[in-house]
């Protein structure tokens, strides 16, 4: 008898210092080791931004240590769902794949208090998708 596959999950935006960082955060604390996520950008910014940072430091997730990651296609054929979050055609598109695309305000250059509605509807997003998949949240 086979051990079922960890769905694997990818988040994309431009610069990979927000909304996708938020993304895969909130998807690892949530799902656990039910699901393996990554995220990348299509032009990588050099830092996360600040006040995503800060954010998610209010959710208690600390992703001060993360940094932007340039999209593959390696990153994207190795995935099940690819979530994209406005990087229009750099996106790669591979047929089989899951994709979705989560239209959401672009924290660059907002405040904290900017960021924090976008935060809280990630969340969302995300805990709608662990339900999707049939992954119990372990939070």
Known sequence: MSSPTIPSVLFVCVHNAGRSQMAAAFLTRLGG????????????????????????????????????KVLTADAVQSSDVVITMGCGDACPYF????????????????????????????????RGLLAELGIEVTR
């Open 33 to 68: 080791d039910g699901v393996q996520v990554r995220s990348a950008g299509s032009a990588p910014a050099d830092a996360v931004n600040p006040a995503v940072v800060e954010a998610m430091k209010e959710a208690g997730i600390d992703i001060s240590a993360e940094t932007p």
């Open 95 to 126: 047929p089989g794949k899951r994709y979705l695309d989560w239209t959401l305000d672009d924290p660059a250059g907002q405040g904290v208090q900017a960021v924090r509605p976008i935060r809280d509807e990630i969340e969302r997003r995300v």
